[in-house]
């Protein structure tokens, strides 16, 4: 386990929930949703390649040992966050969020089976529990992963173009789209996600490869907290940036570079200064429950502004607080009752299934 990147995914899903969290009828932190959506993108990709890029040959390009066709990934994750997604649709039904009924049935089936983000309607990618549209996209994502993986095993030349292709596909799309389509199309569509997961999944490679782990452990105590106070300095740069620029660069590119920084820097357990604080136990296990919380945690803050005031600056940070709390503590519990067992039964079912 990865100390750091532990703590920071207690940490980004923090930041999301300031996001959604409102002040004023707005978000308290609004470049959140797009600086931690594309911070997890990231870091799925990463830890994707950590846990299955071995499957391809990591230490020379030109020598793919898999081919495109090898779904373990998704086989695997599935059952992580699966029924997780199935509880959180039904609770939003149950509460009272959300009407199931005949005039929305092709929504509410859209939604069960994860393929909302691919219609481009607000209404539908953002039905019911509206943060499972993650979901969606990373799905896909995870679906495509094998071939993503096999591109960047092959030779340096034919990797590099279709990378840039890519890169010159999403540009093209950015720069063309109405501009009251960026939330939808840049934001949402799954396919407008693959350069932050191909990213991270460099990033994964790049690890595995010893291109960069070495040289910042062997940097010394001092220099990689500086360094990481360069990343934070960044990190913050970029944020005040985010406020003043297009949605087309600030829903997603804007944040490659500051979020592949974090996660190089802090892909290691012997940090600096920075690394090493925010190793706390509590950080890292809201990083270990930060998946129950994301899905809940829009849950939640619907019942609580929906019966409280927010809108002084005490008055919200108090009850954001408060539903921090109670979004840990719906979290811890149903990921032990409910997310661990049945994690471990569906695994269990799909390796025998897989055999």
């Not at 940090?271 to 990083?287: D, E």
Request: contains cysteine.
């Amino acid at each position: 386990m990865i100390l750091p990147l532990q703590s920071l995914r207690g940490i980004f899903a923090l930041v999301i929930f300031y996001h959604h969290f409102l002040y004023q009828g707005k978000g308290v932190f609004a470049a959140g949703g797009d600086f931690g959506v594309s911070f997890f993108f990231m870091l799925s990709g990463f830890f994707a390649y950590l846990t299955h890029g071995s499957k391809t040959s990591v230490g020379t390009y030109g020598s793919p040992s898999t081919p495109p066709h090898d779904f373990s990934l998704i086989y695997n994750q599935l059952p992580k966050f699966f029924p997780l997604h199935i509880l959180c649709f039904a609770l939003t039904v149950g509460l009272g969020q959300a009407q199931l009924s005949e005039a929305n049935l092709r929504t509410a089936i859209a939604n069960l089976m994860l393929v909302q983000s691919w219609i481009p309607i607000p209404s539908v990618y953002f039905s019911f529990n509206s943060v499972s549209w993650f979901l969606s996209t990373l799905v896909f994502l995870y679906i495509i992963f094998p071939v993503i993986r096999y591109i960047i095993s092959c030779k340096t030349a034919v990797a590099g173009t279709i990378i840039l292709c890519l890169l010159a596909i999403y540009t093209y799309v950015c720069v063309t789209i109405p501009e009251n389509m960026c939330n939808t199309v840049i934001y949402i569509f799954p396919l407008m996600r693959i350069p932050d997961f191909l990213i991270g999944i460099i990033a994964g490679r790049l690890l595995m490869q010893n291109r960069y782990d070495i040289r910042l452990s062997d940097m010394g105590y001092a220099r990689q907290s500086l360094i990481e106070l360069i990343i934070i300095i960044l990190s913050v740069t970029t944020t005040f940036l985010w406020y003043h620029i297009t949605p087309r660069i600030g829903s997603a590119s804007l944040w490659w570079i500051p979020c592949l920084a974090i996660i190089m820097v802090f892909s290691h357990n012997n940090g600096g200064f920075i690394s090493r604080l925010i190793c706390s136990r509590p950080l890292i296990y809201l990083g270990k429950i930060s998946l129950p919380f994301y899905l809940l945690h829009v849950i939640i803050i619907r019942i609580v502004c929906n019966n409280v005031d927010t809108d002084t600056p005490i008055a919200c940070a108090l009850w954001s607080i408060f539903t921090i709390a109670i979004t840990v503590i719906v979290s811890v519990i149903i990921n032990h009752y409910y997310v661990i067992p049945i994690r471990n039964m569906l695994t269990k079912l799909l390796a025998g299934g897989q055999k």
